[in-house]
């Protein structure tokens, strides 16, 4: 057993808001102080992100670095955060996303700066909480505060259309909320009536043997499709997905990174965390219908993404068909294949945040990104296209890149038990090579057709972009490191999703 | 021997010198100076096929049964339940002969390339891709996983992408490079299923934990099921080897650079799917209807290249289709169990073909970069080497007695007649009138470039002289095309010691028995070997006296046979048929779909939603208007909802 301190993951929460808080102390002129503050910020995350995953023992499926205060004893709610396989990835990825967002930020944003910091630390610190919260009351604020500074980097620092995006983005979001506290609401009241006792803790709802009835008054089933809506509004599934190309058009670069890298993960986190393990008959029931939109959301993600004008769109789209793939693998309940869907969705943080960064790059030069208007950048801008290059690579998931292995996984592990879903599934990725390829071909060969300035990557763009790129090989070639530290609880939740329990990291062992 | 402890690094150097090539190239692509280019590429090329030199022979050296060298490079993923997959390289007969090729072929190639491409601005890029490409080629021939296999497979595409694509400006090359990853990856989705039945079954990727178990199954399951696996993956062989009816993507590859077609598009990846096939032909035996079926497409294909040959006036199309044609000869021997004939004919092909591609770059170098048949003529005395190597490729291709392609060729017609169905006599014939028409488009591509007057006036007379790096390998090429068939003499020729020594070294690892000729059908393969060898001389005299008698008479021919003349011209229509039958409406049917699901039907709804909302909430005139005020609305009312159950609780 290793050496698990317990305020690690809380620290994981508060350094981002501390940091921002610092932050409100300096004069707003002082930009470049700002940018050093937020940035080390989000190094010192960073760093912590290394010390937990070195502390994580692989080999236990059980919650590590838990901590739990008491909040609201009469409601039975608490501070109770902890991590395990499924989480700490996922909290690695944001941190690092934020942290290279924030070096790429820091020479594409220039109004604001102050506020921009503070809010994306605000950001950062709710994504991080909504990963680690195990209590259900917790969660569900982390889950709203996300939505604060989203709503604002989209409304202060996006595009012409804003207001209509972060209408439509906040308007899904909250419907989805809302659903998803109902739901809550209902499985604490389950779970009081079954126990006696009055918790919010989600160790304890995991024991609630929710009811299950023939038919569509079945509670079991709307319980989960209460869930299942905010879920699928987040990830997004075909048909709640049209927020999202939305959003990410008028969202200013960095917050297209965080939205597609990190807020789109919440979802499909929720259907693993909550989804499955909470109700599990349902899961099973319904297993059916979540496979079948995922895999609607794989063609239709990658159809539409082909006929899109606009860059962010079309990666946006993307987004939608590479999410298909995580939905399917996690909605098949094989082993393989919710691992495999685990790894999607840390590589298409990785390589669709940074796909996002190479569009920051051309609009920065080009001033558009309208794909019928640019053309032979490569000559113009060779080391940022050797970048765009690998990562449309690893988008397409070409064998050593990162996107490959995640899916590639959820295809065979998917394959064992559906094999038509696998086999339909796959002409997904024969359409990712055509909308891709296509574009790169449309944006980077040909004639010169905007002369974009600035020049080849400067050194903050070099960093941002090339963190990423080497993680695209090193997910690719070497994913050991990472399966092996998630395999444990992957495969519990799989073995024992329909009596789920977690039991917090040395009482297991003690029994 | 302290040297054989160092085996598995030799063989880890001879894959990793190219991909080190690759990274010192492509890094500093724009910083060395450019002559180191081309010396880094080759070099690094070079020393991997020396390593692969010094690896056969001692291979040479073991007994025969235990002829083979294994490596691991570490665990690349694991599964749940099964074996985990992990960088094994094997070295055995098979992959020995096919690493030869590759850095043997490759090095010659590369060399050329320096001379080639002196004056280009993209070297360095050029040579590093073209490493990299020789690396992915040697980890899909090393490989003892079939998933490792398919990281060079699509590795090899990738490759191929980026060189069809090299001169990018070109939107038509970069076009053309596109369509060859997109039709390869409608192969590689067949193949990677093809995977997941076998890892569903076995639950293993490995080949040599694979080879015993494929006849682990009870005859019940295992038709059904070998057939669909063994299906699936010929599907990624048809992609990559450009068969019917994925072959569309090949000839628009002559786009690239011509030494990429010479070793790409020619050599060896587009000959992957045979190495695929024969690397797995314990499973391939197995399932006699599917065998069939590839023996089948091989023929067809075969026939149907060696057509549209005949009429094209590009003269690397003309080469493209001659490579399409020549695969499909190997697909019949595979399809036919003739799987050591179809290696045999592969490491023929990859010399002659090799040659003759480099030899078309050499002419076009020469005519500063002109394609077009009609416009060629009179190199014979313009450029003699070329002439005299071009034309023994020519007639190696052709099959003329004594050169290395007609005992390749021989070999596989006689091996398919030999099995003695009538299904296999037919795709005998078939394979026998292909091997005609390829008498005649040689002779007409050869005719063209080399014989008669000069057809145009090319600018000047400007023309530089063939550098050595260029001369060198074509003469090293033409030699290996002449006397490459000394690998595997048949026994008619041979005493027993000579013949079929390719096929002895290979023997191990194809199961079931080698059908080495035994002495009774000698007479028959007599009989077969004069009867093609007659074709082969007598069409080909027979072309070459029409074009110097009546150089006219392809186009008179054209006029009388004018409806057949123009379906081969526009290679019977499969570009527009796809175009028409896939491609438009794909475009035509997603671009509906955005319009009509999203922009009028999701976003109509939502917005209809949107507008019922904000007008609840001015009637609620809580707020005015905004929305950061509606989140805080909404953010209130559940909290509101909260409240009161909490309240709720606390009562009771």
Redesign the interface.
């Known amino acids: 057993m290793k050496f698990s301190p317990t305020f690690l993951a809380t620290l994981l929460v508060l350094v981002p808001f501390v940091g921002g808080i610092a932050l409100l102390f300096v004069p707003a002129r002082q930009t470049r102080f700002i940018w050093i503050g937020a940035i080390f910020t989000g190094a010192v995350e960073v760093f912590l992100g290394g010390v937990l995953y070195a502390l994580f023992d692989g080999t236990s499926h059980a919650i590590q670095f838990a901590h739990r205060v008491e909040w609201i004893p009469q409601l039975g709610a608490s501070w109770f955060v902890g991590i395990d396989g499924i989480s700490l990835f996922l909290v690695l990825l944001t941190a690092f996303l934020v942290f290279i967002s924030l070096i790429y930020a820091s020479c594409s944003i220039s109004q604001n700066v102050k506020m921009f910091a503070l809010f994306f630390l605000w950001l950062e610190g709710a994504m991080i909480g909504a990963f680690v919260a195990l209590d259900i009351l917790l969660v569900y604020i982390f889950w709203e505060m996300m939505l604060v500074p989203m709503y604002f980097l989209i409304g202060v620092w996006g595009g012409d259309r804003r207001i209509y995006a972060t209408y439509k983005f906040v308007l899904y979001t909250v419907v989805g909320g809302l659903l998803m506290l109902a739901g809550i609401l209902y499985v604490v009241y389950m779970h009081e009536a079954q126990f006696g006792v009055l918790t919010t803790n989600l160790l304890d709802l995991y024991k609630t043997q929710i009811p299950v009835a023939e038919g569509w008054k079945n509670p079991q089933l709307l319980a989960f499709l209460a869930f299942f809506l905010a879920f699928a509004i987040k990830i997004p599934l075909f048909p709640f997905h049209t927020w999202l190309p939305d959003a990410h058009v008028e969202a200013p670069t960095v917050g297209s990174v965080i939205l597609a890298g990190i807020l789109l993960k919440m979802g499909a986190y929720g259907l693993i965390r909550f989804s499955i393990p909470l109700f599990p008959e349902a899961a099973v029931e319904l297993s059916f219908w979540l496979m079948a939109l995922g895999l609607v959301g794989i063609l239709y993600g990658a159809m539409v993404s082909m006929v899109q004008p606009d860059l962010k769109k079309l990666i946006a789209y993307s987004s939608i068909s590479h999410m298909g793939f995580v939905v399917l693998g996690i909605a098949s309940l094989n082993e393989t294949a919710i691992q495999g869907g685990l790894y999607q969705m840390l590589s298409h943080g990785v390589s669709t945040g940074a796909l996002f960064l190479a569009v920051g790059c051309i609009y920065t030069r080009c001033h558009t990104r309208i794909i019928a208007k640019l053309g032979g950048l490569s000559g113009a801008i060779p080391l940022f296209a050797t970048f765009f290059l690998i990562l449309v690579l690893s988008s397409i998931g070409l064998p050593g890149t990162n996107g490959f292995v995640g899916e590639f996984l959820i295809l065979l592990g998917t394959f064992q038990t559906h094999k038509w879903f696998a086999a339909a599934a796959v002409l997904g990725i024969v359409l990712g090579a055509v909308y891709m390829l296509q574009m790169f071909q449309r944006v980077m060969y040909g004639k010169l057709q905007t002369h974009g300035e600035g020049g080849d990557l400067n050194w903050r763009e070099r960093a941002a972009l090339g963190l990423l790129v080497a993680f695209v090989f090193l997910m690719g070639l070497y994913p050991r490191p990472i399966l092996e530290k998630m395999t444990a609880s992957v495969s519990h939740l799989a073995r024992h999703y329909s009596d789920y329990q977690l039991s917090l990291y040395g009482e297991d062992i003690a029994k | 021997m302290q040297l054989m402890q160092e085996i598995p690094t030799l063989i880890a150097m001879g894959l990793f010198l190219p991909l080190l090539g690759f990274l010192v190239n492509g890094i500093f692509c724009?910083t060395l100076p450019r002559k180191w280019f081309g010396w880094i590429g080759t070099g690094s090329v070079g020393l991997s096929f020396l390593a692969f030199g010094w690896l056969t022979l001692q291979l040479l050296q073991m007994p025969i049964p235990e002829r083979m060298f294994q490596t691991s490079l570490g665990?690349?993923?694991?599964?749940?339940?099964g074996s985990p997959v992990f960088w094994n390289l094997r070295f055995d007969p098979l992959s020995a002969t096919m690493a030869l090729v590759v850095t043997g072929v490759g090095f010659l190639i590369h060399l050329y390339s320096i001379g080639y491409m002196a004056e280009d601005k993209g070297v360095g890029r050029y040579f590093a891709f073209l490493n990299l490409f020789t690396a992915a080629m040697l980890l899909l021939v090393l490989a003892d996983n079939l998933?490792v296999l398919?990281?060079g497979w699509?590795?090899v595409g990738?490759c191929s992408?980026l060189l069809i694509?090299f001169w990018?400006?070109?939107?038509e090359k970069?076009?053309a490079g596109?369509k060859a990853?997109?039709v390869n990856?409608?192969g590689?989705?067949a193949f990677?299923?093809g995977?997941?039945?076998i890892?569903?079954q076995w639950k293993t990727l490995s080949i040599s934990e694979l080879s015993p178990l494929w006849q682990s199954l009870t005859p019940e399951i295992q038709w059904g099921l070998l057939s669909a696996i063994a299906l699936l993956l010929f599907g990624g062989a048809v992609g990559k080897s450009a068969q019917l009816p994925l072959s569309v993507w090949l000839p628009d590859a002559m786009a690239g650079p011509t030494p990429v077609s010479a070793l790409i598009h020619a050599a060896t990846m587009v000959t992957a799917g045979v190495y695929m096939i024969v690397r797995l032909n314990l499973l391939y035996s197995l399932v006699p209807v599917v065998s069939d079926a590839i023996a089948g497409v091989g023929v067809m294909t075969a026939l149907f290249a060696a057509t549209v040959a005949l009429t094209q006036t590009d003269i690397k199309r003309v080469l493209a289709y001659s490579t399409i044609s020549q695969l499909g000869f190997m697909f019949l021997a595979v399809g036919s169990r003739a799987y050591d004939a179809a290696i045999f004919h592969l490491v023929t092909h990859a010399f002659f073909k090799a040659l003759l591609f480099l030899g078309a770059g050499a002419v076009i170098h020469l005519l500063n970069g002109e394609h077009d048949l009609r416009k060629m003529g009179g190199m014979r005395r313009q450029a003699p080497l070329v002439y005299w190597t071009f034309l023994f490729a020519t007639l190696t291709i052709i099959g003329i007695p004594g050169l290395s392609g007609f005992f390749s060729k021989d070999e596989i017609l006689w091996k398919v007649l030999s099995q003695g169905t009538s299904f296999s006599r037919l795709t005998w014939l078939l394979a026998l009138i292909a091997a005609a028409l390829t008498a005649v488009y040689m002779i007409r591509l050869f005719y063209f470039v080399f014989l008669g007057e000069r057809r145009r006036i090319a600018h000047g007379e400007a023309e530089h002289a063939l550098p050595a790096n260029m001369t060198l390998p074509l003469a090293v090429l033409a030699l290996l095309s002449a006397f490459g068939g000394i690998l595997n003499l048949p026994h008619l020729f041979a005493p027993e010691s000579y013949a079929e020594r390719l096929s002895h070294f290979l023997s191990p690892l194809i199961g079931g028995e080698i059908r080495v000729h035994e002495a009774a059908p000698l007479l028959g393969e007599g009989v077969a070997m004069a009867l093609a060898s007659l074709i082969a001389v007598g069409l080909s005299s027979a072309a070459l006296l029409l074009f110097l008698k009546r150089p006219d008479w392809t186009t008179s021919l054209a006029k009388g046979l004018s409806p057949i003349y123009r379906l081969l011209l526009n290679k019977y229509w499969l570009d527009e048929l796809y175009d028409w039958l896939i491609v438009r409406p794909?475009?035509r049917?997603?671009?509906s779909?955005?319009q009509i699901?999203?922009v009028k039907?999701?976003?109509g709804s939502?917005n209809g939603?949107?507008v019922v909302?904000r007008t609840g909430s001015t009637l609620l005139s809580f707020v005015q208007s905004g929305?950061?005020q509606?989140?805080a609305l909404?953010?209130l009312?559940?909290g509101l909802?909260?409240g009161v159950?909490?309240f709720l609780?606390?009562l009771r």
């Open positions: 724009r665990q690349w993923l694991s599964f749940s339940a998933l398919f990281v699509e590795g990738l992408y694509g990018w400006e070109d939107e970069a076009e596109k990853f997109i990856r409608i590689d989705a990677l299923l995977l997941f039945l890892f569903a794909y475009v049917f997603s671009t779909l955005w699901v999203d039907g999701v976003d939502v939603v949107a909302a929305l950061l509606s989140y909404a953010m009312f559940g909802i909260f159950f909490v609780r606390m």
